[in-house]
């Protein structure tokens, strides 16, 4: 799933496609903003690690889980 997220006072947001589900990603910001952990931290398929303090996290937009396409349809 691809998430956003909106730093500030910073120019470009940060996407990343994540393996975890949107709960997973949710909670994790919940708990940023709730102050119980000072960075925000995401995995990306890759298995890189994302880490965002989180008195600096202007959003973060979840997208939805999509089915990835084989070939060369041209849906």
Same mark, same amino acid.
């Given at each position: 799933?691809? *998430?956003? !997220?909106? =730093? ?5 947001? !940060? *996407?990343?496609? #994540? $393996?975890? #589900? /949107?709960?997973?990603?949710?909670? /994790? =910001? %919940?708990?940023?903003?709730?102050? +119980?952990?000072? @960075?925000? %931290? @995401?995995?990306?398929?890759? $298995?890189? +690690? =994302? @880490? *965002?303090?989180?008195?600096? @996290? /202007?959003?973060?937009? !979840? $997208? ?6 084989? $070939?060369?349809?041209?849906?």
């Amino acid at each position: 799933m691809e *998430v956003k !997220i909106g =730093v500030q006072h910073a120019p470009r947001e !940060i *996407v990343l496609e #994540s $393996g975890q #589900s /949107a709960e997973e990603v949710e909670r /994790a =910001v %919940s708990d940023a903003l709730a102050g +119980k952990t000072q @960075l925000l %931290s @995401l995995t990306d398929e890759k $298995g890189r +690690k =994302v @880490l *965002v303090p989180a008195d600096r @996290l /202007a959003y973060v937009e !979840i $997208g939805e889980t999509t089915a990835r396409r084989v $070939g060369f349809g041209a849906l």
